[in-house]
């Protein structure tokens, strides 16, 4: 047996775990929120998300960036021989789009709490503005 035939076999195994641990954990979940819901109506039946979950939702666009461009540079250091100038041009343009990705998500979260923060203070002035 080859060595990349075991890896393709424990690799097999290891998705087919993590799809049935995966399926058990949400149905526990789910028969816990059911028997939640039973004890309190005001529960509901649909949980809350997770944290995991919600920060899939706001970045999924960051991680899809960010595995194209690590899968691009992946496949340019495994190859072997002589780069050529296409390959180059899309490690440099992978690597910046990583960095474009990364500047703006903190360009979208400062931009959020400026907007918050300047929204709280126009509140403030007009409670505090003179009545004429």
Known sequence: MSPSTVLVSIIGVLIASATALSVAYMHRKQMRQIEAFRADVKVGLVPKETWLWARFKDNWHRLLVLSASLWLTLRFLTRTGVPTRSEVVMV????????????LGLSQGLAR???RNLFDLIVELRRNAPRG
């Not at 343009?93 to 990705?101: D, E, Q, Y």
Request: charged residues 0%; contains cysteine; proline residues 0%.
């Open 92 to 103: 440099v343009f992978s690597g910046s789009c990583v960095a474009f990705t990364f500047a």
């Open 113 to 115: 709490s400026m907007s």
